[in-house]
């Protein structure tokens, strides 16, 4: 999917909503949990019930590959499905990969070839090499790790140079020789607040993935307020506040309902731009 | 298993190797590429020719995944083939993982619990919540990603703090508080040479993951002299070399002849400390 797309269609459906499919046995309505393809029929019926709202799927793969090989089969369908009965929905595979070049060609295959995901979720620590294999796939997007949302991030991340550059601001500023804002993006969590302004700084046109709505604790206006920008520039994940909001049999009519109310404030911040 | 099982079968074998398992239908044997299970009979026909003479094997994850799902069921199935037969060998997921608590939760259940791997490569980019979640297990590994073989590494891991302090060092130290040399290893790549002095310094007695040996150009003397501890603290691995030693039906009698001739070298290194 190109950029113009992406944006297109975050006008038409005013949301830079994505839902993140982290689907988990002991969390899901029980009538799924214990069927044998629960895991693919529960993203499925968020899936149905989600999809005029949002612009992006985010399946989380380690949710799919701890249910081992009936896992990979639902991811895989489940891929396949979204693509076929929604093709604007811009797929994301949160698999957070990244190895030498000849073995993060093989992910790249993996993930662009053998299912039809948009972007993959990249660890930047091991440098070029490991990234740019995944940019050499017409309209598919890397989507770097660079200020994430967890408790950890501060750990590396942040370190910084005698020149006052931090890790994050080092891996955005590397990036910029690897692709552009047409094939790469960043995740920068939404529990970082003002950093995502620093992180503007170095990249103003990039898309930024946003995580840490909701479950993890951060909020919509602040990554508004830091991380907007003409283009809107930002797809705002939320997963565990969606997909859990009940865990009934109404499971996907709560999930729409969570998911209308946060489309109705995306809609909000985007009257200003688009 | 333990770091004393692990000591006791370099021990016995004289050996420090690990086999690389990086199975490409481009470059296997014709007659095994295109069959439906050509995967797993390949790998098996390499682990069956080399088990007495390595001590570790490292299946890449990415080289299943991107054959789909006969590719994760071969992983699978290999996984569990190695563990049956060779109970001794010490069973390395190369899966790069590392996400946010509850989502490395699920990698290690994917790895450890589904799959009988003894350890997972992790990169430490998201921290230290991305990391422990596979530390709890009792005989697992983490092989934490800290200074890699490819070019790239050289992008971030050697970025330096005010204090002098590189990347690659701040991760060995931040490890020191998730675990110990009973349950944390490191992947320190043979191309980096005497850079592994520095990282001796910080980690003495913890084992190193040593990839980079053969196709990538590092040489075993050289980590012999700045890695090797009185424990051997040294997993040396090779990929390329052995398996695609030959392209023919001939493929295990080469692998063993590349492996038994690195099994030979090393046991001369071992002769001076077990």
């Known amino acids: 999917m190109t950029r113009e797309e992406l944006i297109k269609n975050i006008r ?39 999809a005029d709202l949002c612009i992006a799927y985010k399946p989380n793969a380690a949710f799919f590959e701890c249910q081992g090989l009936k896992g990979w089969e639902a991811l895989d369908r489940l891929a396949a499905y979204i ?44 440098g070029t090499d490991s990234v740019t294999p995944f940019l050499s796939y017409p309209g598919k997007w890397v989507i770097l790790l660079d200020l994430t949302s967890n408790a950890g991030s501060l750990d590396f991340q942040m370190m910084t140079d ?50 840490g709505i909701g479950a993890q604790g951060g909020s919509l206006r602040e990554v508004v307020e830091y991380g907007l920008n003409d283009s809107c520039g930002l797809i705002v994940n939320n997963s565990r506040k969606i997909i859990y909001a009940s865990n009934g049999i109404d499971f996907a009519e709560a999930a729409r309902l969570e998911a209308f109310n946060m489309q109705k404030e995306m809609a909000s911040h985007l009257k200003m731009i688009l």
């Open 12 to 50: 038409s459906k005013q949301s830079f909503l994505c839902v993140g499919l982290d689907p988990d046995p002991t969390k899901m309505p029980a009538h799924l949990a214990d069927k044998p393809d629960g895991l693919f029929e529960f993203c499925k019926g968020i899936v149905d019930a989600t």
């Open 162 to 211: 005698s020149n006052g550059e931090r890790l994050f601001e080092k891996v955005l500023r590397k990036s910029l020789e690897w692709g552009d804002k047409n094939n790469i993006m960043f995740v920068a969590g939404a529990t970082r607040g003002s950093l995502l302004s620093d992180i503007r700084q170095i990249v103003p046109d990039h898309f930024l993935l946003v995580p």
């Open 83 to 126: 693509k076929t009965q929604y093709p604007e929905q811009f797929l994301i595979a949160d698999a957070k990969r990244g190895d030498i070049g000849n073995t993060s060609k093989m992910y790249a295959q993996a993930f662009f070839e053998r299912m039809p995901f948009d972007a993959v979720t990249i660890a930047p620590y091991m």
